[in-house]
């Protein structure tokens, strides 16, 4: 595989939300809300890409105190490759950058692949949004993750 990760681009808003759409038919975010939300300040994220195909995203937000996930998803074709893994790998690192050490996310409570990933990064439930995310039967709950990331090491 040519995999790379990269910031997202200028304009990513419209090609996002088709990728959003690939990865949550359930729950598409429009172009125009994807447009706010990089916006935003403290907003960034990454596009993960086979060749040229984009396969996955991460949009975060550093909220001055903390980084939050506002949401990662990979297309059904590249799951279980090591997007996800390495899209939260840079969500993380770049948490780490800038000196924040926590990072949060909701997750859904029926999503037993992504909780299984967050939870091999040490995520851990701290909270529950009842009836959160849309489904095509009702609704799912959520789980509020939080990652508590130690200060890297300074050479003495």
């Not at 090609?15 to 960034?44: K, M, N, V």
């Not at 000196?99 to 995520?123: H, I, K, M, P, W």
Request: neutral net charge.
């Amino acid at each position: 595989m040519s995999r790379r990760i990269e910031p997202l681009p200028d304009g990513a808003a419209e090609p996002l939300a088709i990728l959003h759409g690939a990865c949550f038919p359930d729950d598409q975010w429009e172009a125009g809300a994807l447009a706010r939300l990089i916006a935003l300040t403290g907003s960034f994220g990454w596009v993960a890409w086979e060749v040229e195909t984009p396969a996955g995203f991460i949009l975060v937000r550093d909220l001055g105190n903390e980084c939050e996930i506002l949401s990662l998803g990979v297309a059904p074709r590249w799951r279980r490759l090591g997007f996800a893994q390495d899209l939260l790998r840079a969500a993380i690192d770049e948490t780490r950058r800038r000196s924040r050490f926590s990072l949060v996310l909701e997750v859904a409570a029926d999503n037993d692949a992504a909780s299984a990933l967050y939870a091999g990064f040490g995520f851990v439930v701290v909270g529950r949004r009842a009836r959160y995310y849309k489904r095509p039967d009702g609704r799912a709950d959520a789980f509020i993750l939080r990652l508590t990331l130690e200060p890297e090491p300074t050479n003495r």
